[in-house]
């Protein structure tokens, strides 16, 4: 699995590092991402590929709060207001809930893709791979132009 998901990160500009990569808790980078998407899809991308790519490739450790606090502030968010929900509660439930969402899904991996309420799509996929599937999708569902 990591040789293909390196070749496919090196076709995308992503060098995987997964000796480097620390299994460490992300809950509160997902707090973290959470608040980023109050404050805009934008910034919640770019908060998100920075911890990406602390993660994969720099083997950063993304529980660390000021790793966290320093992510937010490359993704253009204000510091202070990444300190204070992090040295928080804001965002468990969200959070918590997501996991739950997920469990209750049997998501066991991410990515994880839903179509709708009736497809899930596990893993990294090709982009052939992900446009044909969602082709059969709409041809079988319908659902307006594609």
């Known amino acids: 699995m990591t040789a293909r998901l390196g ?5 995308e500009g992503i060098e995987f590092r997964f000796d480097r990569a620390l299994r460490v808790n992300t809950f509160d980078a997902h707090r973290l991402l959470a608040w980023a998407a109050d404050e805009g899809l934008p910034v919640q991308n770019r908060l998100a590929d920075l911890l990406f790519s602390a993660y994969f ?18 993704a253009g968010l204000d510091g202070d207001q990444a300190a204070r929900v992090l040295d ?4 468990e439930d969200e959070v918590s809930d997501d996991l739950r969402t997920a469990v209750d899904l049997q998501v066991t991996g991410v990515p994880a ?14 982009v052939k791979t992900m446009v044909a599937l969602l082709d059969r999708v709409h041809d079988r569902f319908g659902g307006g132009t594609s």
């Not at 070749?7 to 076709?11: I, Q, R, S």
């Not at 893709?113 to 090709?126: D, H, K, M, R, Y």
């Open 7 to 11: 070749a496919l990160g090196t076709a």
């Open 57 to 74: 490739e720099d083997g950063e450790n993304v529980a660390d709060r000021s790793t966290l606090r320093a992510a937010a502030v490359s």
């Open 88 to 91: 928080g509660d804001k965002y």
């Open 113 to 126: 893709f839903f179509v709708g309420e009736s497809l899930f799509i596990p893993g990294a996929q090709e």
